[in-house]
């Protein structure tokens, strides 16, 4: 496997691998890497030749009170991971690297990149944006493997691919829980014991959620509050969002039909979570 | 040589020329092609081996109040003069095909659009930053060919290919001018006999600047006073902007040394004229 800090190289190590002819699959990370990502780099070795993980901590993402500076970097743990699944290469660069000089140039896609965790996290979606323009133009994959815990994320990154003509498409993987429950995230270390085990109801209100619609309700708000009386079980949460929303264009709905998603972030004391289900309805 | 009027078609056509070995040279157009346009695609030609041009009158970078409907379209003229140059093929596109839905994902230059010609087309760069992109991502060109008449252009788009990695270069080319003086643009078109003449008046005062400077006058305030009498010979000449700004970052200085560009732009009562020189001081 190999490792690369700069552009030139994993441009280099990506042409070498005469990746004409062959595949190219990509999977975008922050590092801290779990189940869920190692579930993205199982699809990509299925369905590409050659795969490439990018380890980045993207500082565009973070807004100015988030958690950049104490975000994991087990780098080691990283690398190990990603040759045990047999990534092909690696890379993992400096912020220097990535922004050589202060960035002015922006990818945003609107309307979408508001709603939901946009709300709280304002610049977040135009950092991820700009960011996997960047890491598309570097790696030029066929294939980039994104989850599905961070559903706002695939549906903006699909419309901008969609919207600048990017000549590649994105695979979404389902979401890969822990035993009890909990959605994988890198921010789950964040949490103590206590925290911890409260955490367990994003996805038991998730849960609920489902049982209501698969035993007929469709009232979006009577779903909702049955959800936060789950949530509101625990004193120490947050609800930031509620959402139940069309799965293409994020709007709030007032009946359940069709393609919808439903999701909510809440604030723990040490993390921000966030998890959500897809349903089909009819 | 090859006509796509579709994204499929085009990318069909790039990729059966076998262009992986051999380099793809692309000439952004918004058609009404003359002989500026055909020293691009003349360059282009001396460097690669397959020359895409594109005809597509893109309606993001207009404003509400600007040409967009009266822009000229000599279809056949255009083919006429890319067929005679050895283009190999055209991609001239509907709206439609380039903006499917309503289009949300834009990339923006902070800063470098908002000076110059930016203040009084204050969404025009972003929307030629986005059709730029699209077009490089549908052609994938190895080099894109821009003309030194639209500076401003040119030093965003520069830019946006520096920071968001895009794996292509631009070649930046001359200036091209009617045996008096006059920049070649499309819109020379719109002028009557009389503004035709007095257009004059834009290279006249940038030959007066290069003259004052040649004279090892320094002060870009003085410059832009003569420059200003020059224009201002015209009565029905709006003087938009005069700028004497640092090549690089277009900031303003005030005093001349380094790369230089003077820029300006006027309204006439059928047209806003750009014009411009750059120059190395020591």
Known sequence: MKIAKTIDEIRMIVADAGTADQKVG???????????????????????????????????????????????????????????????????????????????????????????????????????????????????????????????????????????????????????REEDGLAMSSRNKYLDAKQRKEALLLYASLQEAQLLIDGGKRESAFIKEQMQKILNISKQMEIDYISIVNADTLEEIEEIKGKVLIALAVKMPSARLIDNILLDVE
Chains 1, 2 share one sequence.
């Open 26 to 176: 990509f999977v975008p990370t922050m590092g801290a890497l779990h189940a869920g990502h190692v579930s993205l780099i199982k699809k990509a070795k299925q369905q590409c030749e050659f795969v490439v993980v990018s380890i980045f901590v993207n500082p565009t993402q973070f807004g100015p009170n988030e958690d950049l500076n104490k975000y994991p970097k087990p780098f080691d743990a990283d690398i190990a991971m990603c040759k045990k699944n047999g990534v092909d290469a690696v890379f993992a660069p400096a912020p220097s690297e990535m922004y050589q000089e202060q960035n002015i140039t922006w990818v945003s896609v609107d309307k979408l990149s508001e709603l939901l965790c946009g709300k709280s996290r304002p610049t977040h979606f135009r950092g991820v944006a700009t960011v996997c323009t960047k890491l598309f133009n570097i790696i030029q994959p066929d294939v980039a493997y994104f989850g599905q815990k961070d559903a706002q994320q695939v549906i903006i990154i699909q419309r901008m691919i969609a919207d600048l003509n990017m000549p590649m498409r994105i695979v979404v993987c389902p979401i890969v």
